[in-house]
């Protein structure tokens, strides 16, 4: 069994920055690759970013690509996604997965975090 707790989110002005953070506990977190979902209202829930175990793979939607970091520190047990020129349109519940198959198919993640409300003011 793999746990996620995320924290970072909140309000801020476009152009303004985040960190988000997802705590990963279980005995066999390590193996899993870690990804971040939003879900905006009356949206489907869409692929924001993942990486993969080691942290030597990173993958980024186009719309966030360039302004997202995913990091991920294993001794900590914890994701990073580091928000930068935040836009109105980044305005979601950001969620944190784990996978052990394809990083963009949120269907195929095995366990979810609870979310974290991130509004992004013009």
């Known amino acids: 069994q793999v746990q996620l707790v995320e924290s970072g989110g909140g309000l801020v002005q476009a152009g303004g920055s985040l960190r988000l953070s997802c705590a990963v506990s279980?005995?066999?977190?390590?193996?899993?690759?870690m990804g971040w979902f939003r879900q905006a209202p009356g949206k489907a829930r869409e692929f924001v970013a993942a990486?993969?175990?080691?942290?030597?793979?990173?993958y980024y939607a186009d719309s966030v690509k360039g302004r997202f970091t995913f990091s991920r520190d294993n001794a900590e047990n914890t994701g990073y996604l580091q928000m930068n020129s935040l836009k109105p349109e980044d305005t979601a519940v950001y969620y944190c997965?784990?996978?052990?198959?394809?990083?963009?198919?949120?269907?195929?993640?095995?366990?979810w975090g609870q979310g974290t409300q991130v509004a992004v003011s013009s």
């Open positions: 997965g784990a996978t052990l198959n394809y990083y963009y198919d949120f269907n195929s993640y095995n366990y």
């Open positions: 279980g005995r066999t977190s390590l193996v899993y690759t």
């Open positions: 990486i993969s175990p080691s942290a030597s793979s990173t």
